[in-house]
């Protein structure tokens, strides 16, 4: 877009600069009188405004349609961006679950684990016969 401005900027110099160069050969050459060229100059100068002005309202229109369409791109953009934040978001949570149960599940496994290994050892200690109370012979 900046190269664009840049192009119809320089266009529109060049169009400005030609026509008072050309103005001023026109007066320096003219075989009119006075007063002819200065009517010439005036219709010169009011037809130069004109196309200025209106080279002016295409720079603004173009200007316009150029800003349109670049907050189209933005909204689109931006939508784009909401939509996929919210996929991520979604994915996001079911993952946290899927982990939330697998954990859930390794604890559960684990906590059935110690349950048996508690369980092993109490018939351990059950089966085990007491130390002997009665006091050894080793004398």
Known sequence: MSERDSDFSAFLAGFIFGGLIGAAIALLYA?????????????????????????????????????????????????????????????TKEQAIELQQRGQEIFEEQKSKIGQVIESGKKAVKKEPPESAEPSSAS
């Open 31 to 91: 075989p009119q009188s006075g007063e002819e060229t200065r009517t010439i100059i005036r219709e010169k100068s009011i037809e130069l405004k004109d196309k200025a002005v209106e080279s002016a309202e295409e720079a603004r229109l173009r200007a316009e349609k150029a800003l349109e369409e670049a907050r189209a791109k933005a909204d689109k953009a931006l939508a784009e961006t909401r939509q996929r934040a919210e996929e991520l978001a979604k994915l």
